[in-house]
């Protein structure tokens, strides 16, 4: 596919990120660019075709925009912003009061999300994805890496989709308009590696970190875990139940987490040690 060729003089820049910058269109607020930085030319348009398989299934997120390339040799995506929107985790932290409505909203876009049917054969398995990511990690050793294999590997595969990288800032609204975003993991394979990411994010993550990424207190993401729960998972299942079950889910999740800070994250490990001992 050819990029359509643009110039950031029709831009200003809004942020930035690990693998590139954000710009707003200097007239109209409705259209948005994420510029990679140089070098990177397979992953906007890895990402732009991923977006585009992902918005045709019927899941609810942002159409797709345009593979372009600047001036100066740059790639990236084109496409329009939701105006108006708020995420599941900034509403929550801008209103505390409606913590079970946002968590009940947000639980329910995730059963419709994990009951969507996906082929095969059009996206990679999440458990080939964590097979990869454990190869890859050096923390671990040979005997955790084969326990913690055979642990993904023994999970049933389920042919429903999967966010891959499931927070509740990744979810967003305006009006009654409902939308998932960052779907580059986006993959297929069983629903607890999805929601495992919602238990990490809500009750793993230590207090700085939630203050700093959700703009909330810690008491109030788990508390929004605990309204998000028994939507999805059944109002007669206990709590102490489900956490069992998800939390080496979402200790596995310790491998992009690994992956990306280049250290061993003893806090995420801790649930792992009904696997690895």
């Known amino acids: 596919m050819e990029p359509i060729k643009i110039s950031l003089k029709d831009y200003i820049l809004?942020?930035?990120g690990a693998n590139g910058e954000s710009y707003d269109?200097?007239?109209d607020p409705s259209v948005m660019l994420k510029l990679y930085f140089p070098g990177k030319i397979q992953q906007p348009l890895d990402e732009m075709l991923l977006a585009r398989k992902v918005y045709d299934l019927g899941i609810p997120t942002p159409e797709p925009g345009e593979y372009?390339?600047?001036?100066d040799g740059r790639y990236g995506i084109r496409f329009r912003r939701i105006v108006g929107k708020k995420s599941y985790s900034r509403a929550t932290a801008d209103e505390p009061g409606k913590v079970g409505q946002f968590a009940s909203d947000f639980a329910k876009m995730c059963i419709q999300l994990h009951k969507t049917r996906?082929?095969?054969d059009d996206f990679e398995n999440v458990k080939h994805r964590y097979f990869r990511l454990l190869e890859e990690n050096p923390f671990f050793s040979a005997?955790?890496?084969d326990k913690l294999g055979r642990f993904i590997d023994d999970?049933?595969?389920?042919?429903?989709?999967?966010?891959?990288d499931l927070q509740y800032s990744n979810a967003i609204f305006v009006g009654d308009k409902r939308y998932f975003i960052d779907l580059g993991d986006f993959c297929w394979g069983n629903h607890l590696f999805d929601i495992a990411m919602v238990y990490l994010c809500c009750c793993l993550s230590d207090e700085a970190f939630i203050q700093e990424t959700f703009h909330m207190p810690k008491s109030l993401s788990t508390c929004f875990w605990h309204e998000f729960a028994?939507?999805?998972f059944g109002q007669d299942r206990p709590i102490k139940d489900i956490e069992e079950e998800i939390a080496p889910y979402a200790g596995l999740k310790t491998l992009i987490?690994?992956?990306?800070?280049?250290?061993?994250m003893q806090e995420f490990r801790e649930v792992l040690k009904p696997i690895i001992g």
């Open 118 to 120: 996906v082929s095969p």
């Open 155 to 164: 999970t049933p595969d389920e042919e429903t989709a999967v966010h891959g």
């Open 68 to 71: 372009v390339v600047t001036e």
């Open 25 to 27: 269109h200097r007239e």
């Open 230 to 232: 028994p939507v999805y």
């Open 257 to 264: 987490i690994e992956r990306d800070t280049k250290r061993p």
């Open 14 to 16: 809004s942020g930035g």
């Open 143 to 145: 005997t955790e890496k």
